[in-house]
């Protein structure tokens, strides 16, 4: 049965925190989609979410803070500890924890930046930052899928275990030179069908459509609808695989 956000339900929820009932909010959220649980702590006051927030997956919590309105997770970020902000940022991808932390007051965000305990993520966030809001670059996830030219299908099997551990959706398989430049996709299906010690050189598709950084926003969701795409790679001047966008994304 499809969840359905009533009066009755966010009352009773903010009931249950004002009497620190931590067992009905658990139950109460069981099984509750986090787009749904953002939409309730929308009509709660920062203590309120913060207090709800505690008790959920950080992981949730993570896909929560990134869900709020702009404007909703400023003043719901103020009841927070850099520690704290930096701990739900771990667990965002590159491009919303980018975001969230451009949203900060600079002397905060130099703490929480210092808090964070993923080095790779924060490299990533930390080049994502360099980008405006409304261009490819700063729309773009650094969490992708690619495969060297020279790999494999065996190798590039095992990377992508590797490397999907960091990504939650995987759309395509991006193939790249060994300096990084894109040069096409290959499919799962290419790959499982392949035979031992067959290279990705011999079964990758060299078309692929891509973005570059500086593309802005607007021209960016035109060509995801003009070609019917679920992610898109963006690249920079020298065609080099800088991250991806996804249709969540836009």
Known sequence: ?????????????????????????KESLEGV????????LEEFDSEESKYVLALLDKEVGAEIISDLEEDTRKRFLK?????????????????????????????????????????EKTLHILDLMRYEDDVAGGLMAKELIK???????EQTIEEIRRQGENVSKIFSIYVVDNANKLLG??????????????????????EVIAVETYVEDEEVVAVMKKYDLEAIPVINLQGKLM??????DV
């Open 185 to 206: 996709k290959v499919s799962l299906r290419k790959m499982i069908l392949a035979k031992d010690g067959t290279k990705i050189a011999d079964i990758y598709d060299d």
């Open 243 to 248: 991250g991806r966008i996804t249709i969540d």
């Open 79 to 119: 009841d927070f500890t850099e520690e704290e902000i930096a701990s739900y940022i771990d667990e965002m991808d590159s491009d919303d924890g980018a975001d969230v932390l451009n949203e900060l007051p600079l002397q905060v965000r130099e703490k929480v930046i210092s808090s964070l305990t993923n080095e």
């Open 147 to 153: 495969a060297n030219l020279n790999w494999t299908v």
């Open 33 to 40: 989609n986090s787009a749904d649980i953002t939409e309730t």
């Open 1 to 25: 049965m499809q969840f359905e956000l009533t009066r009755e339900f966010a009352d009773l929820l903010r009931q249950a925190v004002g009497q620190q009932n931590d067992a009905l909010i």
